[in-house]
């Protein structure tokens, strides 16, 4: 079993910034990546980024490509998600998620989900 518990969503105005961080607790050894995903109202759920454990590699989804960025801390088991000039369009449930796999865009692919967070971006 794997834990995941979001915190550092908010209300913040367009142009803005919020920083999300995932702690990641329990059976960690042998994960490929963490990812975080979200889920605006009404819509499906979108990949947002992702990074592996090992290396660093990083993956973003292209409406967030160039203001968000992915890092990790692996001594504290954390991922952070730096969004900058926030548009209304993030508006969304942030969730973190893990997976085994090398397929870290794909929702269906992570088996651990963290509660998710509420970012709310206003014009």
């Known amino acids: 079993q794997v834990q995941l518990v979001e915190s550092g969503g908010g209300l913040v105005q367009a142009g803005g910034s919020l920083r999300l961080s995932c702690a990641a607790s329990g059976r960690t050894f042998g994960r490929n990546a963490m990812g975080w995903f979200r889920q605006p109202p009404g819509k499906e759920r979108e990949f947002v980024a992702a990074?592996?454990?090992?290396?660093?590699?990083?993956f973003y989804g292209d409406s967030v490509k160039g203001r968000f960025t992915i890092s990790r801390d692996s001594a504290k088991n954390t991922v952070v998600l730096q969004m900058n000039s926030l548009k209304p369009e993030d508006t969304a449930l942030y969730y973190c998620?893990?997976?085994?796999?090398?397929?870290?865009?794909?929702?269906?692919?992570?088996?651990?989900w963290g509660q998710g967070t509420q970012v709310t971006v206003s014009s």
């Open positions: 990074i592996t454990w090992i290396g660093g590699s990083t």
């Open positions: 998620a893990s997976t085994t796999s090398t397929r870290v865009t794909i929702a269906r692919w992570y088996d651990y």
